[in-house]
Every structure is written in structure tokens, then in C-alpha cells.
């Protein structure tokens, strides 16, 4: 990792925890600008209450209906003035005439006409859009290639065949750009309609908000409308790409955008951000009644950061041009060419923003201490292969890995359950850091010859290719035999032996690394740790659920 | 077919309303399922000459006659393939447009893909395919609906050198299985001419007339050697020393 990778998705982050801290340091005056953990407490209280919801859903049948009743009109007579001159020189001046009109200047106008009502703010809308899509509408009509219609003439269409054939599809791109402008405008127009005489909906909350001057709430509903636009854009492109799918490629168009996504988000892989959540759940539901929403917000957020860091790995391993299909087996959507890195991209964005707003509403409903946690693991991924003292290259990744996925998620995921830096939590974490450690251990035992060559300082360069073996038993190893003292202590229920079930396949893996050298003879040992991990976490986590029972 | 010429030209003009008159005093007559080929230096007129054929364009003065009922194609410089549409559909345009029933259409649009070495990519869109791809696209769009006249204009133009040979023998080979009916074919290379048409119709400089009308009578062999041929080399020599003149005098045209 370079870097620059981390720079790229830090800065929004930065960001978001400069605000929060300048806030919370009383740099900046609460009450005119709330920190961002109040906004996203606002944001998940108005759903939760119901209240924003109900705004969006008010908003959104506006916009439809406003949209389908102006832009379903607009496009035939677009497409019929197109084709037709009289049509054409009967509308075309008028709408070209209309069009600079700022819609929302005509509200009042609107507003006299057809009353304060539902009807004159979805007229309102419906007037914008209609003149957006008519134009749009005759221009592409009027611009596809004549030639084409030669064409159609000449192998004998007639003028019906003529226009399901050429003038429609030939124009249909340019419509539906015509379509995607003026959703644009109606989301816009339907903040302002909003803002005056409207007693429900996003505008009027925001106006509304302005006059309590409940600012955390007026965000929050900016925000709203702000991912509103954002899922109604989406749904257009991916109508386009329906509608007009000459203009992607036939991989493109064929490959389903789940199996996509999922190649390229590896849910597979997120045993390491889920089985520390559920260890720190099921140890403080032996103490509590589990709160499952935060539970379960745990698990979403820290499965978007998981998500986001392996996007923005394939992004920036892309960008460098290291992948090779060779390199990575799992992973390289963007190798396959089914995505653009673009969309990885902001992809990876959106996980980390999905992560930090939780993990900012954690922090709010809780107390600075998630704060720290979060703020540490941060700084230690960043430092992990960054800065002057990379953590990875003084051997030391193996121990920063040893803490931060386990003893620190674990405790993280025990406190908002129950709020109490509590040792035992720590103890019931040792299993999991040993097999995780033993990931990157068998990581670098493989590469271990690479490694030297490249002066890279990894723990098993040091201690060389047998002392790197003996760590790797004692990690395997250590994470069985830590099952057995905690029990032995009083510190792990005595259900949790059912992990005992993978010694087996511990057992193999452990052979494998003592008798093999070469990097792909020892790439089934890192494949089989991760699957150790997986099976092995599960199973003690398991164990500690059973153990509420027995 | 009938004996007698599908296309008759007599004392065609065609001055367009803008004033320009592109045709003058044309008089032609094309044997059936014969290959003619238009040359002449570019903005002569002769694809115009194409259109009127092809019945895009009507002719202001004298009269042109073209057998009644008989079916015409046209394979344009471009392509102009339908971009909204895969290479099946493309294909079958015209067979489609006549009515005839979806599967069916897919039937022929599959025989005629395949003929032109084109059945990997039934179902691509044309803007995945080669130039010369497309080309074969266009061709295969225009013999489908197994069409008395053909007409080609410049349909190798912006085609590299290697692609347009490739062309050009997959042309004559279709001329040889006698899937062309009577061809016309533009183009304002005269080697090109040459190798495809048996007989060459030269026009002057803008307003068009016929300058020339040779039939070089070439041997049917390969077109590597038929480029090589004393014969050949001396019907080009003949034609390029008709036109040289008229490009001159297009360039000069031009400066003014």
C-alpha cells in the first residue's frame, strides 16, 4: 500500500473528524454548526421515527408524478414535432420561448391558477419537466443522421417500420438525457415548491428546520434528499443502459450487476470484520440483554470499511498496474474488465462513508471512548505500510494485526453492548488474534525469499525461513492452546472446545509450512489460514453463545 | 431475368435546386447481371449517378429507366449500419422491412453471416466489429434480400490497403457464385475498378459526363496476378491518362 491510496479516501474522512473535533474542542459554535456525529444521530432518529421517511416518500410521489406526467406527454410530441414540420413550427418556438422561464418564478402564478393544494406543486414540476424533455426530445430527433432514414427507405421500410426502427432508437440516447436533465430540475424545483406553503416533505423540513433552527435536523434531511437524487440518477443510468444497450458493450450488458459487484466487494472475505463483532456480542450477552441494532450496525459498518479497503486496494493496485490475474485470484473485477475503476472507486468511497457515519453515531450515542478506538485503528492502518516507520516493514505487523483484530474490535463491539473497558472481553479475544496473526504470518512466510531480496522487514525475514516456521506453529498453535488456558482460567466458557474441531486442519497446515519452501507450494498454507480463521472463529464464537444455555 | 438493360440512362441531367449541376448528358446502358464500375475524379458526380439509380435522387432532365419490379441494394462508404441494432438485425433489415417473419429473418440473417465469415458475431453491436467487418455487414445487408441490382459506393474507401484486397476478393468471389445481379460499383480508385468490374465507365470533372467507357477484357484469375497482367497495366495506364486531365482540372477547381 502506498501512500497516496490512503490520502485519496482520508481527506473526507479528515474532514468529517476535523468538523467533529472543532466542534466538540468548542472551536466552532454548536448551535449554528452541529458536528457530524449530531447529524447522522438526526439523520437515524427522523428514520427511525418515521418522520423523514414520510417526508421522502411525500417528496418522491411529487417527483414521480410531476416527472411521468410531464415527461411522458413531452416525448411524444418531442419525437412527433421531430418528425413533422408543421408540428415542429407550431412547438418548437413556443417551448424554446418558455424554456429560460425559471419555473419557480411561476409558482405564484401556479399557486393563483390551481390553489395552495398537491395539484399546483406537481404542476409545477410537470411545467419544468415537460418543456426540459420536449426539447430535448425534438433536438434528438431532428439531429439523428438522415441518412439512416435513406437507408431504411431504400430496403423498402415504410414510415411506420421506419420510425420503430430508425427514428426511435436513433433519438432514444438523446431522450433519455433529455429525461436524466430534468429529474435533475425536479429535484431541484421540488425543494423550492417545498419551502413555501407545503406542510410535509423534504424542502419543507429543511425551511421548517431553518426556523427551529434545529440545523442537525436540516442536514440530516439535505442529506436525505441529497441520496434521493443520487438513487433516482442511478435508476436512470440503469434504465439507459436497458434501453440503450448498444452503447455498452455485450459483456457489459450480460454480466447480472450483482454477480459484478460481488466479485469485486469479496464478501467472502470479511470473516476478519465479522467474527471480532460477534465474539464481543456473544461475550457481553452473558452480562446483558444485546442491544441487536447496534449489533447489527456494528456488523454493516465494520463489514463497509472491510469492503471499502479491499475496493480501494483493487483501485489503487489497478492504478499502479501490479495486479495481474496471477497476483490476485480473488479479487480484480476491474481486471475482467466488468467494471470501470471509477465505479470502484466511489464505490470504496461510499463504504467508507457508510462505515464512518455509523462509526460517528456510535460515537455520539456512547462517548468519546469508540472515538479513540477508532481514531487509533485508523492511525495504525495508516502507519501499518505508510510513513517512516511502517509497522509492516520493522516486523511488527504481525503484533499491530495481533491487537487491532482482536483485542481492540472485540472490545469495541463488547462496549457499545455494554460500556465498560472490561479485561475479561480482552482475554476472550486471544484465540481469534492468534489465527489472525497467523494469516499475515503465512503471508510472509511465503514471500519470504521476495522479501529478503527486497530488503523488506518482515518478522519471518528476520528470524528466517526455520525461526519464521517455529511462529507460525506457536500462532497456530497458540490459538488452541489459549482456548484451553482461558477455560482452564475461568475466562472462556468450556462450550467453546468445539473450536477444537478444526485442530485437524490446523494440524495440516502446519505440516505443510514445515515441509515445503516454494511461494506456491506454501499458497495453500495463507488460502487454508483464512479458511482457519473463518471456521475456527466461528466455532469459538459458537461456544460462547452456547454457553448462555449450559 | 430479361435480356434487356435493367438501367437505362438517356441524356440524363441533374442540376440540384441549389443550382449545381452535377450531371450532364449522361447516356448508359448496363447489360444485365453485368459489373460496371464508376470512376472518376471526387465530386464527379458518380455517386450521385449511384443514387439516382438507387432512386435517392431524381434526375432533372432526359429520363432513367430501371426494370420495373427490380429489386436494389445499396452497400454505402460508411457502413451506415444501424448502430442500434446486432449484426443479425442489421443484417436482415431488409428482409424485415419486407415483412417477412421474425424467425425466418433470423434464419437468413445466420445463412448470410456465416457466408461472410461473420457467425461469431450474430449477436455483437456494430460498433464492436472491424471496418472491414462492417463491411462485410453492409454486403451481407444488402444481398440478403437477393436484390437484381447492387450498388457499392466506395465501400472500401476507409478500409487499410491489406483489408480493401481482402474486400475486394471476397467481392468478386460473390460475383462469381452470381449473388450480385448486376452491379454498379463506385469507387475513384482505378486499380480498384479494374479488378472487380469488367467493364469502367469514366466521368469528367463536375458537371459529370461520360468521358470514357472501356471493357478491358482481363482473364478471371487471381487477383494478385491479375494485378500483374501486361493487359491490366495498360487498361490502367489508358484510364489514368483519361482522367489525369480532369483531376487537374478538379484541383485547379478547388483553388478557386
Given at each position: 500500500?502506498?501512500?497516496?491510496?490512503?490520502?485519496?479516501?482520508?481527506?473526507?474522512?479528515?474532514?468529517?473528524?476535523?468538523?467533529?473535533?472543532?466542534?466538540?474542542?468548542?472551536?466552532?459554535?454548536?448551535?449554528?454548526?452541529?458536528?457530524?456525529?449530531?447529524?447522522?444521530?438526526?439523520?437515524?432518529?427522523?428514520?427511525?421515527?418515521?418522520?423523514?421517511?414520510?417526508?421522502?416518500?411525500?417528496?418522491?410521489?411529487?417527483?414521480?408524478?410531476?416527472?411521468?406526467?410531464?415527461?411522458?406527454?413531452?416525448?411524444?410530441?418531442?419525437?412527433?414535432?421531430?418528425?413533422?414540420?408543421?408540428?415542429?413550427?407550431?412547438?418548437?418556438?413556443?417551448?424554446?420561448?418558455?424554456?429560460?422561464?425559471?419555473?419557480?418564478?411561476?409558482?405564484?402564478?401556479?399557486?393563483?391558477?390551481?390553489?395552495?393544494?398537491?395539484?399546483?406543486?406537481?404542476?409545477?414540476?410537470?411545467?419544468?419537466?415537460?418543456?426540459?424533455?420536449?426539447?430535448?426530445?425534438?433536438?434528438?430527433?431532428?439531429?439523428?443522421?438522415?441518412?439512416?432514414?435513406?437507408?431504411?427507405?431504400?430496403?423498402?421500410?415504410?414510415?411506420?417500420?421506419?420510425?420503430?426502427?430508425?427514428?426511435?432508437?436513433?433519438?432514444?440516447?438523446?431522450?433519455?438525457?433529455?429525461?436524466?436533465?430534468?429529474?435533475?430540475?425536479?429535484?431541484?424545483?421540488?425543494?423550492?415548491?417545498?419551502?413555501?406553503?407545503?406542510?410535509?416533505?423534504?424542502?419543507?423540513?429543511?425551511?421548517?428546520?431553518?426556523?427551529?433552527?434545529?440545523?442537525?435536523?436540516?442536514?440530516?434531511?439535505?442529506?436525505?434528499?441529497?441520496?434521493?437524487?443520487?438513487?433516482?440518477?442511478?435508476?436512470?443510468?440503469?434504465?439507459?443502459?436497458?434501453?440503450?444497450?448498444?452503447?455498452?458493450?455485450?459483456?457489459?450488458?450480460?454480466?447480472?450487476?450483482?454477480?459484478?459487484?460481488?466479485?469485486?466487494?469479496?464478501?467472502?472475505?470479511?470473516?476478519?470484520?465479522?467474527?471480532?463483532?460477534?465474539?464481543?456480542?456473544?461475550?457481553?450477552?452473558?452480562?446483558?440483554?444485546?442491544?441487536?441494532?447496534?449489533?447489527?450496525?456494528?456488523?454493516?459498518?465494520?463489514?463497509?470499511?472491510?469492503?471499502?479497503?479491499?475496493?480501494?486496494?483493487?483501485?489503487?493496485?489497478?492504478?499502479?498496474?501490479?495486479?495481474?490475474?496471477?497476483?490476485?485470484?480473488?479479487?480484480?473485477?476491474?481486471?475482467?474488465?466488468?467494471?470501470?475503476?471509477?465505479?470502484?472507486?466511489?464505490?470504496?468511497?461510499?463504504?467508507?462513508?457508510?462505515?464512518?457515519?455509523?462509526?460517528?453515531?456510535?460515537?455520539?450515542?456512547?462517548?468519546?471512548?469508540?472515538?479513540?478506538?477508532?481514531?487509533?485503528?485508523?492511525?495504525?492502518?495508516?502507519?501499518?505500510?505508510?510513513?517512516?516507520?511502517?509497522?509492516?516493514?520493522?516486523?511488527?505487523?504481525?503484533?499491530?494485526?495481533?491487537i487491532f483484530m482482536g483485542p481492540v474490535m472485540v472490545l469495541g463491539s463488547y462496549y457499545l453492548q455494554q460500556p465498560v473497558i472490561a479485561l475479561p472481553a480482552i482475554w476472550a479475544a486471544l484465540p481469534v488474534s492468534f489465527v489472525v496473526a497467523a494469516i499475515l504470518h503465512a503471508n510472509n512466510l511465503r514471500d519470504i525469499d521476495t522479501d529478503i531480496i527486497n530488503h523488506k522487514r518482515t518478522l519471518a525475514t528476520m528470524l528466517g525461513r526455520s525461526g519464521a516456521r517455529v511462529e507460525f506453529y506457536v500462532l497456530v498453535g497458540g490459538a488452541f492452546v489459549s482456548v484451553l488456558v482461558l477455560i482452564a482460567l475461568g475466562l472462556a466458557p468450556w462450550p467453546t472446545l468445539i473450536s477444537f474441531a478444526m485442530a485437524p486442519l490446523a494440524w495440516r497446515l502446519m505440516r505443510t509450512a514445515a515441509t515445503e519452501e516454494a511461494a506456491e507450494k506454501l499458497h495453500p498454507v495463507l488460502r487454508g489460514s483464512a479458511v482457519l480463521h473463518m471456521r475456527f472463529g466461528m466455532l469459538y464464537v459458537i461456544g460462547w453463545v452456547i454457553a448462555l444455555w449450559v | 431475368?430479361?435480356?434487356?438493360?435493367?438501367?437505362?440512362?438517356?441524356?440524363?441531367?441533374?442540376?440540384?435546386?441549389?443550382?449545381?449541376?452535377?450531371?450532364?448528358?449522361?447516356?448508359?446502358?448496363?447489360?444485365?447481371?453485368?459489373?460496371?464500375?464508376?470512376?472518376?475524379?471526387?465530386?464527379?458526380?458518380?455517386?450521385?449517378?449511384?443514387?439516382?439509380?438507387?432512386?435517392?435522387?431524381?434526375?432533372?432532365?432526359?429520363?432513367?429507366?430501371?426494370?420495373?419490379?427490380?429489386?436494389?441494394?445499396?452497400?454505402?462508404?460508411?457502413?451506415?449500419?444501424?448502430?442500434?441494432?446486432?449484426?443479425?438485425?442489421?443484417?436482415?433489415?431488409?428482409?424485415?422491412?419486407?415483412?417477412?417473419?421474425?424467425?425466418?429473418?433470423?434464419?437468413?440473417?445466420?445463412?448470410?453471416?456465416?457466408?461472410?465469415?461473420?457467425?461469431?458475431?450474430?449477436?455483437?453491436?456494430?460498433?464492436?466489429?472491424?471496418?472491414?467487418?462492417?463491411?462485410?455487414?453492409?454486403?451481407?445487408?444488402?444481398?440478403?434480400?437477393?436484390?437484381?441490382?447492387?450498388?457499392?459506393?466506395?465501400?472500401?474507401?476507409?478500409?487499410?490497403?491489406?483489408?480493401?484486397?481482402?474486400?475486394?476478393?471476397?467481392?468478386?468471389?460473390?460475383?462469381?457464385?452470381?449473388?450480385?445481379?448486376?452491379?454498379?460499383?463506385?469507387?475513384?480508385?482505378?486499380?480498384?475498378?479494374?479488378?472487380?468490374?469488367?467493364?469502367?465507365?469514366?466521368?469528367?470533372?463536375?458537371?459529370?459526363?461520360?468521358?470514357?467507357?472501356?471493357?478491358?477484357?482481363?482473364?478471371?484469375?487471381?487477383?494478385?496476378?491479375?494485378?500483374?497482367?501486361?493487359?491490366?497495366?495498360?487498361?490502367?495506364?489508358?484510364?489514368?491518362?483519361?482522367?489525369?486531365?480532369?483531376?487537374?482540372?478538379?484541383?485547379?477547381?478547388?483553388?478557386?
Amino acid at each position: 500500500m502506498q501512500q497516496n491510496r490512503w490520502l485519496s479516501w482520508l481527506s473526507p474522512l479528515l474532514l468529517l473528524v476535523l468538523w467533529e473535533g472543532a466542534v466538540q474542542a468548542g472551536i466552532l459554535n454548536r448551535i449554528f454548526v452541529p458536528p457530524p456525529s449530531e447529524v447522522v444521530v438526526a439523520l437515524v432518529d427522523g428514520l427511525v421515527d418515521g418522520s423523514l421517511v414520510a417526508d421522502v416518500v411525500v417528496s418522491s410521489e411529487r417527483i414521480a408524478l410531476g416527472f411521468l406526467i410531464g415527461a411522458i406527454p413531452a416525448t411524444l410530441l418531442g419525437i412527433w414535432s421531430g418528425l413533422n414540420r408543421t408540428v415542429y413550427y407550431l412547438v418548437r418556438p413556443l417551448a424554446t420561448m418558455l424554456y429560460p422561464v425559471p419555473k419557480i418564478a411561476l409558482l405564484p402564478l401556479v399557486i393563483v391558477v390551481l390553489g395552495i393544494g398537491e395539484v399546483s406543486k406537481i404542476a409545477t414540476v410537470a411545467m419544468s419537466v415537460f418543456l426540459m424533455v420536449v426539447i430535448h426530445t425534438i433536438g434528438g430527433v431532428m439531429q439523428v443522421d438522415r441518412r439512416y432514414f435513406e437507408v431504411g427507405r431504400l430496403y423498402g421500410a415504410n414510415q411506420r417500420t421506419l420510425f420503430r426502427t430508425v427514428a426511435l432508437p436513433a433519438s432514444l440516447p438523446a431522450i433519455i438525457e433529455g429525461w436524466k436533465l430534468a429529474m435533475g430540475f425536479a429535484l431541484t424545483l421540488i425543494v423550492g415548491v417545498e419551502f413555501v406553503g407545503a406542510s410535509n416533505g423534504i424542502g419543507y423540513r429543511i425551511w421548517q428546520s431553518y426556523e427551529l433552527y434545529a440545523i442537525a435536523d436540516m442536514m440530516a434531511a439535505v442529506c436525505l434528499i441529497a441520496a434521493l437524487g443520487w438513487v433516482l440518477t442511478v435508476g436512470l443510468d440503469e434504465m439507459e443502459r436497458l434501453l440503450v444497450p448498444w452503447r455498452h458493450t455485450i459483456k457489459e450488458s450480460r454480466m447480472p450487476l450483482v454477480q459484478k459487484w460481488w466479485g469485486a466487494v469479496r464478501p467472502w472475505s470479511y470473516t476478519a470484520a465479522i467474527v471480532p463483532v460477534l465474539l464481543g456480542a456473544a461475550v457481553a450477552a452473558h452480562e446483558v440483554t444485546l442491544n441487536w441494532l447496534w449489533l447489527a450496525l456494528a456488523l454493516v459498518g465494520s463489514i463497509a470499511i472491510q469492503g471499502g479497503t479491499n475496493l480501494m486496494n483493487d483501485y489503487y493496485d489497478y492504478k499502479k498496474g501490479t495486479d495481474t490475474p496471477a497476483v490476485k485470484g480473488t479479487g480484480g473485477a476491474l481486471l475482467r474488465g466488468d467494471m470501470t475503476p471509477e465505479q470502484i472507486f466511489w464505490a470504496g468511497i461510499i463504504a467508507f462513508a457508510v462505515g464512518s457515519a455509523i462509526g460517528l453515531y456510535f460515537v455520539y450515542a456512547t462517548g468519546p471512548f469508540i472515538l479513540w478506538l477508532g481514531l487509533c485503528s485508523v492511525a495504525v492502518g495508516y502507519f501499518y505500510t505508510a510513513g517512516p516507520f511502517a509497522l509492516a516493514y520493522v516486523g511488527l505487523g504481525e503484533l499491530a494485526v495481533f491487537i487491532f483484530m482482536g483485542p481492540v474490535m472485540v472490545l469495541g463491539s463488547y462496549y457499545l453492548q455494554q460500556p465498560v473497558i472490561a479485561l475479561p472481553a480482552i482475554w476472550a479475544a486471544l484465540p481469534v488474534s492468534f489465527v489472525v496473526a497467523a494469516i499475515l504470518h503465512a503471508n510472509n512466510l511465503r514471500d519470504i525469499d521476495t522479501d529478503i531480496i527486497n530488503h523488506k522487514r518482515t518478522l519471518a525475514t528476520m528470524l528466517g525461513r526455520s525461526g519464521a516456521r517455529v511462529e507460525f506453529y506457536v500462532l497456530v498453535g497458540g490459538a488452541f492452546v489459549s482456548v484451553l488456558v482461558l477455560i482452564a482460567l475461568g475466562l472462556a466458557p468450556w462450550p467453546t472446545l468445539i473450536s477444537f474441531a478444526m485442530a485437524p486442519l490446523a494440524w495440516r497446515l502446519m505440516r505443510t509450512a514445515a515441509t515445503e519452501e516454494a511461494a506456491e507450494k506454501l499458497h495453500p498454507v495463507l488460502r487454508g489460514s483464512a479458511v482457519l480463521h473463518m471456521r475456527f472463529g466461528m466455532l469459538y464464537v459458537i461456544g460462547w453463545v452456547i454457553a448462555l444455555w449450559v | 431475368m430479361q435480356s434487356t438493360s435493367p438501367i437505362v440512362f438517356e441524356r440524363v441531367g441533374l442540376t440540384y435546386p441549389t443550382g449545381v449541376t452535377a450531371l450532364t448528358d449522361i447516356t448508359l446502358s448496363i447489360a444485365p447481371r453485368s459489373a460496371v464500375a464508376l470512376v472518376g475524379p471526387s465530386g464527379c458526380g458518380k455517386t450521385t449517378l449511384l443514387r439516382t439509380i438507387a432512386g435517392l435522387e431524381q434526375v432533372s432532365t432526359g429520363t432513367l429507366t430501371v426494370a420495373a419490379g427490380a429489386t436494389r441494394a445499396m452497400v454505402f462508404q460508411s457502413g451506415l449500419l444501424f448502430p442500434w441494432m446486432s449484426v443479425a438485425d442489421n443484417i436482415s433489415y431488409g428482409l424485415m422491412a419486407r415483412g417477412m417473419p421474425a424467425l425466418q429473418c433470423r434464419d437468413r440473417a445466420r445463412h448470410w453471416a456465416e457466408r461472410m465469415g461473420l457467425q461469431r458475431f450474430v449477436d455483437a453491436y456494430p460498433h464492436q466489429l472491424s471496418g472491414g467487418m462492417q463491411q462485410r455487414v453492409g454486403i451481407a445487408r444488402a444481398l440478403a434480400i437477393e436484390p437484381d441490382i447492387v450498388l457499392f459506393d466506395e465501400p472500401f474507401a476507409a478500409l487499410d490497403a491489406q483489408t480493401r484486397l481482402l474486400m475486394q476478393e471476397l467481392v468478386c468471389d460473390l460475383q462469381r457464385q452470381g449473388v450480385c445481379g448486376t452491379m454498379v460499383f463506385v469507387t475513384h480508385a482505378i486499380d480498384e475498378a479494374l479488378i472487380v468490374a469488367d467493364r469502367i465507365i469514366v466521368m469528367s470533372a463536375r458537371p459529370g459526363r461520360i468521358i470514357a467507357d472501356v471493357t478491358p477484357q482481363l482473364p478471371d484469375v487471381p487477383i494478385a496476378q491479375k494485378r500483374a497482367l501486361p493487359a491490366f497495366t495498360q487498361a490502367f495506364a489508358d484510364i489514368w491518362a483519361q482522367i489525369r486531365s480532369e483531376v487537374e482540372l478538379q484541383m485547379h477547381e478547388e483553388v478557386r
